[in-house]
């Protein structure tokens, strides 16, 4: 008998045990678990799925009372949230990001709501309100085998609610210190089988106190749920944002101060078909468009000067997505996707480059339930790429069932990021008269970054007192890492040596960590917190990754039912001493404490919510760089929805 033959007969022997008991009666054992979608595609809940998993829901998000929605992730242990300025967020996990975080996938509603260009997301402008998040599942792992490369660290994938959910007409609206202003409005209603929702938001701030980083912003968005047949759905959202962010330095005599304009769009088309035997197909389409028009003039030693920050891109996408049970012990999703990104950027990039990439997936996943205790994880992407050519990720997860309260998982996983186009063509400097001083290129041959994270964790839950605990240890390689490094070249017109720097693979770093979080839900309170420790080894010839890797954090929320209409809670957060990538400080670390208190009364019949929120600096907290003194704010909401 060969190697095939017996391979084969195996497999097939496995299977007919795994239906077998499986069958007896597994099936029920997390039915009143929360299922979370995000980790493989494959609908899940968190003690059947191949990686850690973090939910934010609705209950957490009107609690916390903050005013936007990158904000939230501070409730998770491992991510750190910084603000380069008053109107550019950072969300990154385990760190490892400058003031363009490239390392961790965004998605709404499955859609990567990511810039082409240099990464990150224009959290300020993005058409997505606060209100309309059903939860957001935050995957804590490289996930490059389910969403593609930029699934790097970690995925947040934020789900908005069916437009069927809600109905009428409801508005809100915050005020606080330091120019805090936010407004909300939305209509939601239906139509035989179509359902509709149109939001609109309006925000505005002042910044940090020290900074000229005042901003405003608008957005409007919609989302249209149409159940065609009794087999097929038809899904559409939209959205626009637009805005004017100021930025500069007024001690500057090149980068002045500025109101710089800038816009996203995007359009969002899902197909969804499920057949009589369960099985599902989706066919989506996806445009996003991300505008900034950033130009700073000056004058030096006489001479007039520009700093040409323009980026104009886009990204379309095209997927097919196929899920079905092969047998009662195993199901499967499997699909493809095509991507196309253009960046014209005429100030940033080689101009002898082609701003453009094509990005072709081919992805899998199955899970197969060996016995009625077991579950094995088996996934893989390949993806080719016309910047780093082929490349393939995959990702196998054991996870052991012992009762109905609790689940030890052990699992591999492999990732791949590809450069993104700035990074690659990079060319960026200071026109200044007849010359031009460079400030930032690339070596223009950069691998792709390497991940390879081994980790084992293990979940429990009390469901007599309504308590949850997730833990795990994990270790995780990267290689290969991109950044800047310092170079020197020689200016022929102002013959001189100019220092700057320049995008390469620069070594190699290994993290070494331990995380937990809770969640304790009783009738009047819930408590929910975690931390996360961190061990560092760097074998890079500079710095820079390591000292952005916070190596503790902890977190603590805290809800109080005070009773049918009024709610407490209390955020506590603590992140050890970070330095970010790029233009980031040292910085000692952070303390801070968020509170709220909302109270909810009938009116117009309706429900009327009062809240008063603020985040108090319990230390010397800087965020980002030393110049970002976020001081303690306060601020006050009134809303009105109408009755469920």
């Known amino acids: 008998m060969d190697c095939r033959r017996y391979l084969s007969r195996l497999l097939l022997s496995a299977l007919a045990l795994g239906s077998a008991r499986a ?6 054992w997390f039915d009143d678990v929360p299922v979370v979608l995000s980790a493989s595609r494959l609908s899940q809940s968190r003690f059947e799925a191949p990686l850690p998993i973090s939910t934010i829901d609705r209950e957490m998000i009107r609690a916390s009372g903050v005013l936007d929605v990158a904000d939230l992730f501070r409730l998770i242990p491992g991510m750190l949230v910084g603000h380069y300025n008053g109107h550019r967020p950072v969300v990154t996990y385990l760190g490892l990001s400058d003031e363009f975080p490239r390392r961790v996938q965004v998605l709404i509603d499955g859609r990567s709501a990511y810039t082409p260009s240099l990464g990150g997301v224009p959290w300020a402008r993005l058409p997505l309100a606060l209100e309309d998040i059903e939860r957001i599942e935050i995957i804590r792992g490289p996930n490059t085998v389910t969403h593609g490369s930029n699934a ?9 609610r069916h437009a069927g959910e809600d109905h009428g007409l409801a508005a809100r609206m915050s005020l606080g210190n330091d120019g805090i202003r936010r407004g909300y409005l939305r209509y939601a209603g239906s139509h035989d089988d179509v359902d509709y929702r149109l939001s609109i938001t309006a925000a505005a701030d002042d910044g940090f106190p020290k900074l000229p980083d005042r901003w405003h912003a608008a ?16 899904e559409y959202s939209f959205g626009f944002g637009d805005g004017e962010f100021r930025d500069g330095d007024p001690d500057s005599p090149v980068d002045t101060v500025r109101d710089i304009p800038a816009s996203v769009a995007f359009q969002h088309l899902r197909w969804l078909h499920t057949g009589t035997d369960g099985a599902e197909t989706a066919l989506r389409f996806a445009w996003t468009r991300d505008d900034y028009d950033d130009q700073a003039f000056g004058s030096l030693f006489g001479f007039p000067t520009e700093l040409d920050f323009r980026i104009h891109s886009q990204r379309y996408v095209t997927e097919l997505q196929h899920t079905a ?14 991507e196309y990104e253009t960046v014209e950027a005429p100030g940033l990039r080689n101009r002898d480059s082609d701003g453009r990439i094509w990005i072709y997936r081919v992805f899998g996943n199955l899970e197969w339930r060996l016995a009625e205790q077991w579950l094995l994880h088996l996934g893989g992407m390949f993806e080719y790429d016309t910047i780093a050519g082929g490349k393939v990720s995959p990702r196998l997860a054991l996870n052991w069932l012992p009762d109905e309260t609790q689940s030890v998982r052990l699992g591999v996983s492999r990732a791949v990021r590809t450069p993104h186009i700035i990074e690659e063509t990079i060319d960026f400097g200071l026109a200044i008269g007849p010359g031009r001083d460079i400030i930032q290129t690339t070596s223009g041959d950069l691998d792709p970054e390497h991940i390879v994270m081994l980790e084992l964790g293990w979940i429990k839950r009390i469901p007599e007192i309504g308590l949850t605990v997730d833990a795990r240890v994990y270790q995780t390689s990267v290689r290969d890492i991109i950044a800047p490094m310092n170079a020197e070249v020689f200016n022929p017109v102002f013959g001189e040596t100019d220092d700057f720097d320049e995008f390469h693979n620069i070594g190699h770093l290994k993290i070494r960590g331990l995380e937990a979080e809770f969640d304790w839900d009783m009738p009047r309170r819930r408590i929910r917190g975690g931390v996360s420790s961190l061990y560092v080894v760097d074998t890079s010839p500079v710095d820079d990754p390591h000292d952005s890797v916070p190596t503790r954090s902890a977190v603590l929320q805290w809800i109080e039912r005070l009773n049918a209409t009024t709610t407490a809670s209390a955020a506590f957060e603590l992140h050890g001493p970070v330095e970010f990538q790029g233009s980031g400080n040292p910085l000692p670390g952070v303390k801070k404490l968020n509170l709220s208190l909302g109270h909810e009364m009938p009116a117009l019949d309706g429900e009327l919510e009062l809240r008063l929120s603020g985040e108090l600096q319990l230390a010397d907290n800087r965020d980002f760089r030393r110049q970002n003194d976020p001081g303690s704010q306060f601020w ?3 809303g009105w929805r109408p009755r469920h």
Do not use: K
Request: no cysteine; glycine share 8%; proline share 2%.
């Open 23 to 28: 069958q007896a009666g597994a099936e029920h």
């Open 152 to 160: 790097f660290l970690a995925v947040i994938n934020i789900i908005t």
């Open 219 to 234: 957005t409007v968005g919609g989302r249209v749920d149409w159940q065609a047949t009794s087999e097929d759905a038809l």
């Open 325 to 338: 049970q092969a047998s009662p012990a195993l199901r499967y999703v499997t699909g493809a996707s095509v």
């Open 636 to 638: 006050a909401t009134i």
